[in-house]
C-alpha cells in the first residue's frame, strides 16, 4: 500500500503559480502546480535547472510566495500569511538544508545546531542531532574546521534538531563529491526512517531517486511525473 | 556629445551611488576635520592681518614705559638712546567716570593725545564724530566698547573724577586704538564694556587737570629697523628710574596685544588637535570600507587583472573612489568651516576684540592644506587594502576567500558560555574575532563623545574658574584703590561708612621677580594674613594663611614661569621708590586660575618697603543691598581712584562669554554628531554587508528580524557601551591638551568636567547608535533570502 495514504496530508498545493519580474523580463517560474506531500515520506524532485523546483521548495518552506494558487500546511493556508506568520511556521515546523550548507563560521558544530534548538518549543539537544547524523565527535568544532561532509551533515542536524514536520533540501550533494554525497543521503535517509519526517530533496541527479519513496518531475514550471518508488534502494548502494 | 567614461570610471561613479549611505557618512567626518581646520586658520588669517595692518596703519609703538612723573626736557633724552625711531610722551590718568543713570563703580584711564596734529603713535580709528578740537577743555573721544556699553554719541555728556576733582566732558568721537584691541581694567579679570573705558583728552587739557603740565607720566616709541629692544629697555630704565618709572616693556608684553597673540596660539592649537582626531578616524573609517569593498569585489578584480589590467589602474581605482570621499568632505569642510569661520569672527569682533574692521580670509593656502592633508589621512588610511587589491593575482582572486576560523572567546575559555545564547556568543566573537577593528571602532566613536566633551567643557570650566575666583579667593564685594599710598588709618574711616560690613587693607607695588635665568613682572601684593576676604589657596582650594617674611607665588607663576620651587630664594626688585633690589625666601604656591600674581604678607612688604602700615588699596564687604549707597559714598572720596565690584563684574562677564560658549557648543554638536555618526553607521553597514549571509540563514531558519537584528545591531550596541565609558577617558585627554595648550599666564583652564559633561559625552554615542540602528533595521528588512542560499559567499 502506498505511504501517501496511509499518512496525513501535510502540503496540499492546487494551482501554483509564480510570475518573477526580472528587469523587463516575465520569467514564469510555475506555471499552475498541484501536489500532495505525505507525512513520513521521502520525495525527490527531479527536473532541469530553471524546471522550478526551487521556487517550489521556497513556496513550500514559507521563504516566498506564490503569484496565484493556494498551498496549504495542515489546515493552514501559507498563501494568505504574512511575513511574521510565514517566520513562525519556519521556525516551527520547516527545516532546511542548502547546497552551500549556510553555517554560521562564528558558532561551533553544537552551536550552529543550539542557534535553532534555542527558538524552538520541543526540540532535541543538539548533541543528539549531531549524534544522529554522525557526528558525535565533533561537537566543538568551528565550521572552518570541517570537511564540507561535515559540514553538511551539521546543517542537517541543524534542520532536524528542532523535530520539524518537514525537511527540505535543496541540492544538499550539490558541492560534495559522491563518496561525502553518500555520507549526506545516508544521514537523510536515518532521519527520514527514524522520526518519520516527511523530507523533500531537489536534486538534478537522477541517481539520486532511488532513494526516494516517490519521484517528481518538473519540467518548466509543470509537474509532468509523479510515481511511487517500487523499488527503493538504500543510500549506500547509491553511487553517481 | 555622448559623454563616454572609461568602464572603470563608470563602476567607481556605480560603487560610489551604491555606497552613498557610507560615502557620505564618511565624508561627514572628513568634514568635521577640514571645518575646524578652515574655521580656526581662516579665523587665525584674519585675524592676524587684519592686527598687522591695523597695527602698522595706526602705528602702534612697540615699547611702551610708565613712570610718576617727568619734566618734558626729559623726552630729549629719551629720543636720543640709540635704536629709537618715534617717541611720544603723554598723560595717563586712571579716573572714576560718571554716566548719568548708570549708578555702578566705572573706572576709565584717560590718555593724552597731542593737541597739536595726529598722535605719532598708537592713532586712534575714529568710528564716528570727530577727534579732539586742539587746546578744548572737555572734549574727549571714548573707546567703542565703552560706548555700546553706554550708547554714547558724539554731544553726549559724562564727567569724570581727576585726581579728587569732578570734571564735566564732552564725548565729540568714539574710537579704536590699536592699543586697546582688547579692553580690560586693571586688575579685573574679564572685560566689561559698561564699568572701564579708555578716554582721549587733548594733552593741555588732561595736564591741567591731572597736575601734569610741561610733564609727563607715560611714553611710548617705535624702534628702528634692526634695533635691540632689550637695550632700548634698558636705557629707558636707567633714564625713567629718577622719575619714578616702573619700568619699561616691550608690545610682546603689552596687555591687549599680548592677550591677542594668546587667542591667536589657541587658534592653531585648535587647527591641530582638532582636524587630527577627525581625519585620524575618517582614515580608518575609509580603510575599513575600502578592505570591505575590496573583499567583495575580489572576484571582478581578479577578472579585471586576467584580462591584462596592470596593478597600478587597480590601484588607482581605489584610490580615485577614496578621493571622491576625500573631495565631498574637502568641499563641504571648506563651506561649514568658512560659514563656522565667520561666526567665529564676528564673535569675537563683538565681544573681545575691537579692530576697525575684519578682513575675513579664506586662503587658498588654507584649502589646499586641507586637502592635502585630508588626502594624506585617506589615501594612507586605504592604503593597505588597496595595496592588497593590486597584489591580487588573478587565480587567487577567482578562489573564494578562506572563511574565517574563530575561536572560543575568553568568556568561554572562563567557563561563562552557559550564560550565552548563541546569537551572543556571536556578537562576543565577532568581536573578538577583529580585536584591532573592534578597539578601533570603540576608539572612534569614543573620540565623538570626546570631542563633545570638549565642546561643552567650557561652562563648567568658567564655573568653576568663577567659583574659586570669587567664592573662595577673592570673596570681597567691592576691591577699591587709592590714588596712591595711604595710611592704613583710611580703613577705619571705609569701615565707618555705613553698609560696609568688614574691610582689609592691601599692599600692592610692581616688581620684576627673578630666578637664575628666568623673570617677570608681576605685582606683588601685601595681604592680611588673617584676612577673610582675600585669601590665597592651596591646591585643594583650601585658604593658606601667608607667612611672614617670604612670598607666596601663583603655581603657574613658580612652577612654568620662574621654574622656582618653595625654599628658593627670589630676587625682587621693587619698581617703586628707590627700586630696591631684595632676596626672598619662595615659602608656598597657591592655586590661582586667572592671572598670576606674588603675595606677602602685609606688614612684612611694608618693611621691605620701608615704610609704616601704608595701603595702596582695600577689599570691602558690603551689607546685601545698600551695594549702590557704598558705592555713591566712595565715588565722592577724592582719594578713592577706582573700584571693582565682583558680582557685577561676573554677571557682565557671563553676558560676554555666553555667545562663545553657544557658538562652540553648537560646533561641537554638529561635528561630534558628525564623527559619531560617520563611525556607528559605518560600522552597521559593514556588519551587515558581512554578516548578511549569515541573518539571512538564520532568517530562513525562523529567526524574526528583531533576533537577527539583535546578533548585528547587538555587537555594536556592546562597542557603543563600551565606547561610552572610553569617549568619557577621550574626553579628559582632550580637554587636558586644551588645558595644557591654553595655559597661559593670562588664566588657566581647570581640568573639571561635570556630570552634564560625561552626560552630553554618552548622549552623543547613544544618539548615534540609535540613529545608525534604525537606519540598517530597515536594511534588515530587505535581506535576500532566497538569493543568499543559492550563492556561495
Same mark, same amino acid.
Given at each position: 500500500?502506498?505511504?501517501?495514504?496511509?499518512?496525513?496530508?501535510?502540503?496540499?498545493?492546487?494551482?501554483?503559480?509564480?510570475?518573477?519580474? @526580472?528587469?523587463?523580463? #516575465?520569467?514564469? $517560474? /510555475?506555471? +499552475?502546480?498541484?501536489?500532495? *506531500?505525505?507525512?513520513?515520506?521521502?520525495?525527490?524532485?527531479?527536473?532541469?535547472?530553471?524546471?522550478?523546483?526551487?521556487?517550489?521548495?521556497?513556496?513550500?518552506?514559507?521563504?516566498?510566495?506564490?503569484?496565484?494558487?493556494?498551498?496549504?500546511?495542515?489546515?493552514?493556508?501559507?498563501?494568505?500569511?504574512?511575513?511574521?506568520?510565514?517566520?513562525?511556521?519556519?521556525?516551527?515546523?520547516?527545516?532546511?538544508?542548502?547546497?552551500?550548507?549556510?553555517?554560521?563560521?562564528?558558532?561551533?558544530?553544537?552551536?550552529?545546531?543550539?542557534?535553532?534548538?534555542?527558538?524552538?518549543?520541543?526540540? @532535541?539537544?543538539?548533541? #543528539?542531532?549531531? $549524534? /544522529?547524523? +554522525?557526528?558525535?565527535?565533533? *561537537?566543538?568544532?568551528?565550521?572552518?574546521?570541517?570537511?564540507?561532509?561535515?559540514?553538511?551533515?551539521?546543517?542537517?542536524?541543524?534542520?532536524?534538531?528542532?523535530?520539524?514536520?518537514?525537511?527540505?533540501?535543496?541540492?544538499?550533494?550539490?558541492?560534495?563529491?559522491?563518496?561525502?554525497?553518500?555520507?549526506?543521503?545516508?544521514?537523510?535517509?536515518?532521519?527520514?526512517?527514524?522520526?518519520?519526517?516527511?523530507?523533500?530533496?531537489?536534486?538534478?541527479?537522477?541517481?539520486?531517486?532511488?532513494?526516494?519513496?516517490?519521484?517528481?518531475?518538473?519540467?518548466?514550471?509543470?509537474?509532468?511525473?509523479?510515481?511511487?518508488?517500487?523499488?527503493?534502494?538504500?543510500?549506500?548502494?547509491?553511487?553517481? | 556629445?555622448?559623454?563616454?567614461?572609461?568602464?572603470?570610471?563608470?563602476?567607481?561613479?556605480?560603487?560610489?551611488?551604491?555606497?552613498?549611505?557610507?560615502?557620505?557618512?564618511?565624508?561627514?567626518?572628513?568634514?568635521?576635520?577640514?571645518?575646524?581646520?578652515?574655521?580656526?586658520?581662516?579665523?587665525?588669517?584674519?585675524?592676524?592681518?587684519?592686527?598687522?595692518?591695523?597695527?602698522?596703519?595706526?602705528?602702534?609703538?612697540?615699547?611702551?614705559?610708565?613712570?610718576?612723573?617727568?619734566?618734558?626736557?626729559?623726552?630729549?633724552?629719551?629720543?636720543?638712546?640709540?635704536?629709537?625711531?618715534?617717541?611720544?610722551?603723554?598723560?595717563?590718568?586712571?579716573?572714576?567716570?560718571?554716566?548719568?543713570?548708570?549708578?555702578?563703580?566705572?573706572?576709565?584711564?584717560?590718555?593724552?593725545?597731542?593737541?597739536?596734529?595726529?598722535?605719532?603713535?598708537?592713532?586712534?580709528?575714529?568710528?564716528?564724530?570727530?577727534?579732539?578740537?586742539?587746546?578744548?577743555?572737555?572734549?574727549?573721544?571714548?573707546?567703542?566698547?565703552?560706548?555700546?556699553?553706554?550708547?554714547?554719541?558724539?554731544?553726549?555728556?559724562?564727567?569724570?573724577?581727576?585726581?579728587?576733582?569732578?570734571?564735566?566732558?564732552?564725548?565729540?568721537?568714539?574710537?579704536?586704538?590699536?592699543?586697546?584691541?582688547?579692553?580690560?581694567?586693571?586688575?579685573?579679570?574679564?572685560?566689561?564694556?559698561?564699568?572701564?573705558?579708555?578716554?582721549?583728552?587733548?594733552?593741555?587739557?588732561?595736564?591741567?587737570?591731572?597736575?601734569?603740565?610741561?610733564?609727563?607720566?607715560?611714553?611710548?616709541?617705535?624702534?628702528?629697523?634692526?634695533?635691540?629692544?632689550?637695550?632700548?629697555?634698558?636705557?629707558?630704565?636707567?633714564?625713567?628710574?629718577?622719575?619714578?618709572?616702573?619700568?619699561?616693556?616691550?608690545?610682546?608684553?603689552?596687555?591687549?596685544?599680548?592677550?591677542?597673540?594668546?587667542?591667536?596660539?589657541?587658534?592653531?592649537?585648535?587647527?591641530?588637535?582638532?582636524?587630527?582626531?577627525?581625519?585620524?578616524?575618517?582614515?580608518?573609517?575609509?580603510?575599513?570600507?575600502?578592505?570591505?569593498?575590496?573583499?567583495?569585489?575580489?572576484?571582478?578584480?581578479?577578472?579585471?587583472?586576467?584580462?591584462?589590467?596592470?596593478?597600478?589602474?587597480?590601484?588607482?581605482?581605489?584610490?580615485?573612489?577614496?578621493?571622491?570621499?576625500?573631495?565631498?568632505?574637502?568641499?563641504?569642510?571648506?563651506?561649514?568651516?568658512?560659514?563656522?569661520?565667520?561666526?567665529?569672527?564676528?564673535?569675537?569682533?563683538?565681544?573681545?576684540?575691537?579692530?576697525?574692521?575684519?578682513?575675513?580670509?579664506?586662503?587658498?593656502?588654507?584649502?589646499?592644506?586641507?586637502?592635502?592633508?585630508?588626502?594624506?589621512?585617506?589615501?594612507?588610511?586605504?592604503?593597505?587594502?588597496?595595496?592588497?587589491?593590486?597584489?591580487?593575482?588573478?587565480?587567487?582572486?577567482?578562489?573564494?576567500?578562506?572563511?574565517?576560523?574563530?575561536?572560543?572567546?575568553?568568556?568561554?575559555?572562563?567557563?561563562?558560555?552557559?550564560?550565552?545564547?548563541?546569537?551572543?556568543?556571536?556578537?562576543?566573537?565577532?568581536?573578538?574575532?577583529?580585536?584591532?577593528?573592534?578597539?578601533?571602532?570603540?576608539?572612534?566613536?569614543?573620540?565623538?563623545?570626546?570631542?563633545?566633551?570638549?565642546?561643552?567643557?567650557?561652562?563648567?570650566?568658567?564655573?568653576?574658574?568663577?567659583?574659586?575666583?570669587?567664592?573662595?579667593?577673592?570673596?570681597?564685594?567691592?576691591?577699591?584703590?587709592?590714588?596712591?599710598?595711604?595710611?592704613?588709618?583710611?580703613?577705619?574711616?571705609?569701615?565707618?561708612?555705613?553698609?560696609?560690613?568688614?574691610?582689609?587693607?592691601?599692599?600692592?607695588?610692581?616688581?620684576?621677580?627673578?630666578?637664575?635665568?628666568?623673570?617677570?613682572?608681576?605685582?606683588?601684593?601685601?595681604?592680611?594674613?588673617?584676612?577673610?576676604?582675600?585669601?590665597?589657596?592651596?591646591?585643594?582650594?583650601?585658604?593658606?594663611?601667608?607667612?611672614?617674611?617670604?612670598?607666596?607665588?601663583?603655581?603657574?607663576?613658580?612652577?612654568?614661569?620662574?621654574?622656582?620651587?618653595?625654599?628658593?630664594?627670589?630676587?625682587?626688585?621693587?619698581?617703586?621708590?628707590?627700586?630696591?633690589?631684595?632676596?626672598?625666601?619662595?615659602?608656598?604656591?597657591?592655586?590661582?586660575?586667572?592671572?598670576?600674581?606674588?603675595?606677602?604678607?602685609?606688614?612684612?612688604?611694608?618693611?621691605?618697603?620701608?615704610?609704616?602700615?601704608?595701603?595702596?588699596?582695600?577689599?570691602?564687604?558690603?551689607?546685601?543691598?545698600?551695594?549702590?549707597?557704598?558705592?555713591?559714598?566712595?565715588?565722592?572720596?577724592?582719594?578713592?581712584?577706582?573700584?571693582?565690584?565682583?558680582?557685577?563684574?561676573?554677571?557682565?562677564?557671563?553676558?560676554?562669554?555666553?555667545?562663545?560658549?553657544?557658538?562652540?557648543?553648537?560646533?561641537?554638536?554638529?561635528?561630534?554628531?558628525?564623527?559619531?555618526?560617520?563611525?556607528?553607521?559605518?560600522?552597521?553597514?559593514?556588519?551587515?554587508?558581512?554578516?548578511?549571509?549569515?541573518?539571512?540563514?538564520?532568517?530562513?531558519?525562523?529567526?524574526?528580524?528583531?533576533?537577527?537584528?539583535?546578533?548585528?545591531?547587538?555587537?555594536?550596541?556592546?562597542?557603543?557601551?563600551?565606547?561610552?565609558?572610553?569617549?568619557?577617558?577621550?574626553?579628559?585627554?582632550?580637554?587636558?591638551?586644551?588645558?595644557?595648550?591654553?595655559?597661559?599666564?593670562?588664566?588657566?583652564?581647570?581640568?573639571?568636567?561635570?556630570?552634564?559633561?560625561?552626560?552630553?559625552?554618552?548622549?552623543?554615542?547613544?544618539?548615534?547608535?540609535?540613529?545608525?540602528?534604525?537606519?540598517?533595521?530597515?536594511?534588515?528588512?530587505?535581506?535576500?533570502?532566497?538569493?543568499?542560499?543559492?550563492?556561495?559567499?
Amino acid at each position: 500500500m502506498d505511504i501517501a495514504e496511509q499518512h496525513e496530508l501535510v502540503f496540499r498545493a492546487r494551482g501554483l503559480t509564480k510570475i518573477y519580474r @526580472m528587469g523587463e523580463v #516575465e520569467v514564469k $517560474a /510555475l506555471r +499552475g502546480i498541484d501536489l500532495d *506531500l505525505h507525512a513520513g515520506e521521502l520525495v525527490v524532485l527531479l527536473g532541469p535547472s530553471g524546471s522550478g523546483k526551487s521556487t517550489l521548495l521556497n513556496i513550500l518552506g514559507g521563504l516566498d510566495t506564490p503569484t496565484a494558487g493556494d498551498v496549504y500546511y495542515l489546515d493552514h493556508n501559507l498563501t494568505a500569511a504574512g511575513d511574521r506568520d510565514l517566520t513562525l511556521f519556519r521556525r516551527d515546523h520547516v527545516g532546511f538544508v542548502f547546497q552551500f550548507y549556510n553555517l554560521i563560521p562564528s558558532l561551533t558544530a553544537r552551536e550552529n545546531v543550539a542557534v535553532v534548538t534555542e527558538i524552538s518549543t520541543a526540540p @532535541m539537544r543538539p548533541e #543528539e542531532a549531531l $549524534a /544522529l547524523v +554522525g557526528l558525535g565527535e565533533r *561537537l566543538d568544532h568551528f565550521p572552518a574546521q570541517l570537511s564540507g561532509g561535515e559540514q553538511q551533515r551539521v546543517a542537517i542536524a541543524r534542520a532536524i534538531a528542532k523535530n520539524p514536520a518537514v525537511l527540505l533540501c535543496d541540492e544538499p550533494t550539490g558541492a560534495l563529491d559522491s563518496q561525502t554525497g553518500v555520507v549526506v543521503l545516508e544521514a537523510l535517509e536515518k532521519v527520514n526512517r527514524d522520526l518519520g519526517t516527511l523530507t523533500v530533496l531537489i536534486t538534478h541527479n537522477a541517481g539520486i531517486a532511488a532513494m526516494a519513496d516517490r519521484v517528481v518531475r518538473l519540467s518548466d514550471g509543470h509537474v509532468v511525473e509523479s510515481r511511487a518508488n517500487a523499488t527503493k534502494l538504500p543510500a549506500h548502494a547509491l553511487s553517481w | 556629445m555622448k559623454l563616454s567614461l572609461h568602464p572603470l570610471d563608470l563602476k567607481l561613479l556605480r560603487d560610489l551611488w551604491h555606497m552613498r549611505g557610507q560615502v557620505l557618512a564618511i565624508a561627514a567626518v572628513i568634514m568635521g576635520g577640514v571645518a575646524t581646520l578652515v574655521m580656526s586658520l581662516s579665523t587665525y588669517d584674519s585675524l592676524t592681518t587684519t592686527r598687522d595692518r591695523f597695527y602698522a596703519e595706526y602705528r602702534l609703538a612697540e615699547v611702551f614705559a610708565v613712570l610718576k612723573r617727568a619734566p618734558e626736557s626729559a623726552a630729549e633724552r629719551l629720543r636720543a638712546v640709540p635704536g629709537v625711531d618715534r617717541l611720544e610722551t603723554r598723560v595717563r590718568a586712571g579716573v572714576k567716570l560718571e554716566v548719568q543713570g548708570f549708578s555702578d563703580p566705572i573706572t576709565g584711564m584717560l590718555l593724552s593725545v597731542p593737541d597739536s596734529g595726529l598722535s605719532l603713535l598708537n592713532e586712534l580709528h575714529m568710528k564716528r564724530g570727530r577727534r579732539v578740537e586742539p587746546y578744548s577743555s572737555d572734549e574727549v573721544v571714548v573707546s567703542d566698547t565703552f560706548a555700546e556699553g553706554h550708547r554714547l554719541e558724539p554731544g553726549d555728556r559724562i564727567a569724570a573724577i581727576i585726581n579728587g576733582k569732578r570734571k564735566a566732558l564732552t564725548v565729540v568721537g568714539v574710537a579704536v586704538s590699536p592699543e586697546y584691541v582688547y579692553q580690560i581694567a586693571p586688575g579685573s579679570m574679564f572685560p566689561d564694556f559698561k564699568r572701564y573705558g579708555v578716554l582721549w583728552m587733548g594733552r593741555n587739557a588732561l595736564g591741567a587737570a591731572y597736575d601734569m603740565e610741561g610733564a609727563f607720566n607715560s611714553v611710548t616709541a617705535t624702534l628702528e629697523r634692526g634695533a635691540h629692544v632689550q637695550e632700548v629697555i634698558d636705557r629707558f630704565d636707567g633714564i625713567l628710574a629718577n622719575y619714578g618709572g616702573t619700568g619699561a616693556y616691550p608690545r610682546k608684553d603689552q596687555f591687549s596685544n599680548r592677550f591677542l597673540s594668546e587667542e591667536l596660539k589657541q587658534l592653531q592649537t585648535m587647527a591641530t588637535v582638532f582636524p587630527a582626531i577627525f581625519l585620524g578616524v575618517a582614515a580608518f573609517l575609509l580603510n575599513v570600507v575600502i578592505s570591505r569593498l575590496i573583499a567583495l569585489q575580489r572576484e571582478q578584480i581578479a577578472i579585471l587583472k586576467a584580462f591584462g589590467y596592470a596593478h597600478q589602474a587597480i590601484a588607482a581605482h581605489f584610490v580615485k573612489f577614496v578621493m571622491v570621499v576625500v573631495v565631498i568632505g574637502v568641499a563641504a569642510g571648506t563651506a561649514l568651516g568658512a560659514w563656522f569661520g565667520r561666526g567665529l569672527s564676528d564673535v569675537y569682533m563683538e565681544t573681545t576684540f575691537r579692530f576697525p574692521y575684519l578682513d575675513y580670509l579664506l586662503n587658498a593656502g588654507v584649502v589646499l592644506m586641507a586637502l592635502a592633508v585630508s588626502a594624506l589621512a585617506a589615501v594612507s588610511g586605504t592604503l593597505v587594502a588597496v595595496f592588497r587589491a593590486a597584489r591580487l593575482t588573478p587565480a587567487e582572486g577567482m578562489r573564494p576567500e578562506t572563511p574565517t576560523l574563530y575561536r572560543a572567546t575568553i568568556i568561554e575559555r572562563l567557563g561563562l558560555q552557559r550564560w550565552l545564547t548563541a546569537p551572543s556568543r556571536m556578537i562576543a566573537r565577532h568581536i573578538e574575532r577583529r580585536p584591532v577593528k573592534s578597539l578601533l571602532t570603540i576608539l572612534g566613536i569614543a573620540c565623538a563623545s570626546g570631542l563633545m566633551m570638549v565642546g561643552n567643557y567650557q561652562k563648567g570650566a568658567i564655573d568653576f574658574m568663577v567659583d574659586v575666583q570669587f567664592r573662595h579667593a577673592a570673596r570681597e564685594d567691592l576691591a577699591l584703590t587709592f590714588i596712591e599710598p595711604t595710611s592704613g588709618k583710611a580703613l577705619h574711616e571705609l569701615a565707618a561708612l555705613p553698609g560696609v560690613v568688614h574691610v582689609e587693607g592691601f599692599r600692592d607695588v610692581p616688581a620684576i621677580l627673578r630666578f637664575q635665568n628666568h623673570s617677570h613682572r608681576a605685582a606683588l601684593y601685601g595681604i592680611q594674613p588673617d584676612g577673610s576676604l582675600h585669601r590665597s589657596l592651596d591646591r585643594t582650594l583650601q585658604p593658606i594663611a601667608v607667612p611672614a617674611g617670604g612670598v607666596v607665588l601663583t603655581d603657574h607663576l613658580a612652577s612654568k614661569m620662574l621654574q622656582v620651587r618653595p625654599g628658593d630664594m627670589l630676587s625682587v626688585e621693587i619698581l617703586e621708590g628707590r627700586r630696591r633690589t631684595v632676596e626672598l625666601p619662595v615659602l608656598g604656591i597657591t592655586q590661582q586660575y586667572l592671572g598670576v600674581s606674588a603675595y606677602m604678607q602685609k606688614e612684612s612688604l611694608n618693611e621691605l618697603l620701608r615704610e609704616g602700615n601704608v595701603v595702596t588699596g582695600a577689599y570691602l564687604a558690603v551689607e546685601p543691598g545698600r551695594e549702590a549707597e557704598v558705592y555713591a559714598d566712595l565715588h565722592e572720596r577724592p582719594r578713592v581712584l577706582g573700584m571693582v565690584a565682583n558680582a557685577t563684574a561676573i554677571r557682565s562677564f557671563y553676558a560676554t562669554i555666553g555667545e562663545f560658549v553657544l557658538f562652540y557648543n553648537l560646533v561641537a554638536t554638529v561635528l561630534a554628531g558628525a564623527i559619531g555618526f560617520g563611525v556607528v553607521y559605518n560600522s552597521a553597514r559593514i556588519a551587515l554587508s558581512e554578516g548578511g549571509r549569515e541573518l539571512a540563514s538564520l532568517r530562513v531558519l525562523g529567526f524574526t528580524r528583531g533576533e537577527i537584528a539583535y546578533i548585528l545591531l547587538g555587537e555594536l550596541a556592546v562597542l557603543a557601551l563600551v565606547a561610552i565609558p572610553v569617549g568619557m577617558l577621550v574626553g579628559i585627554g582632550l580637554v587636558g591638551i586644551l588645558v595644557v595648550a591654553f595655559e597661559s599666564e593670562l588664566y588657566r583652564l581647570p581640568l573639571i568636567l561635570t556630570a552634564e559633561n560625561y552626560a552630553m559625552g554618552a548622549t552623543v554615542i547613544v544618539v548615534s547608535a540609535l540613529l545608525s540602528g534604525g537606519l540598517v533595521w530597515r536594511q534588515l528588512g530587505r535581506l535576500d533570502l532566497i538569493g543568499v542560499l543559492k550563492t556561495r559567499e
